[in-house]
């Protein structure tokens, strides 16, 4: 329904249809919107948190035989925790973008305390 016969209101009219699966606007808000910026912005911030994590890891973890630095999650959630309570979430997208490893799928302060994480 395109137009509500009910309401006087044009915008309803002049909204462009909806997309469908495979045109590569599908899924994503209007180009130019607050929608689009506000976005942008959150993809940035994530990244930076992302990048931060690393130099963390880096600064408080050691490096082994094979050149990689590792610490265990027990450590990194003391230092990183003062920083930002998001601490798994970001470790989960820095494995996403190959920045690290580690074992499993979820790491659970307290359980997961000796799991080492490696950062490629």
């Given at each position: 329904?395109?137009?509500?016969p009910?309401s006087?209101d044009?915008?309803?009219a002049s909204?462009p249809a909806?997309?469908q699966?495979?045109?590569?606007?599908?899924g994503?808000p209007?180009?130019?919107?607050?929608?689009?910026?506000?976005?942008k912005d959150?993809?940035s911030?994530?990244?930076?948190?992302?990048?931060e994590?690393?130099?963390i890891?880096r600064?408080?973890g050691e490096v082994?035989e094979?050149?990689?630095?590792?610490?265990t999650?027990?450590?990194?959630?003391?230092t990183?925790?003062?920083?930002?309570?998001?601490v798994?979430g970001?470790l989960?997208r820095a494995?996403?973008?190959g920045?690290v490893?580690?074992e499993?799928?979820?790491l659970w302060?307290?359980?997961?305390?000796?799991?080492?994480?490696?950062?490629?």
């Amino acid at each position: 329904q395109r137009k509500n016969p009910f309401s006087s209101d044009d915008r309803l009219a002049s909204k462009p249809a909806h997309t469908q699966r495979g045109d590569p606007t599908y899924g994503r808000p209007p180009e130019g919107s607050r929608t689009e910026q506000r976005g942008k912005d959150a993809h940035s911030h994530v990244g930076k948190e992302v990048e931060e994590l690393c130099l963390i890891i880096r600064r408080t973890g050691e490096v082994g035989e094979d050149g990689h630095v590792s610490v265990t999650f027990g450590q990194l959630f003391e230092t990183y925790v003062t920083i930002s309570n998001k601490v798994v979430g970001i470790l989960l997208r820095a494995r996403k973008h190959g920045l690290v490893h580690f074992e499993g799928e979820m790491l659970w302060q307290g359980k997961d305390d000796d799991v080492v994480i490696t950062l490629l």
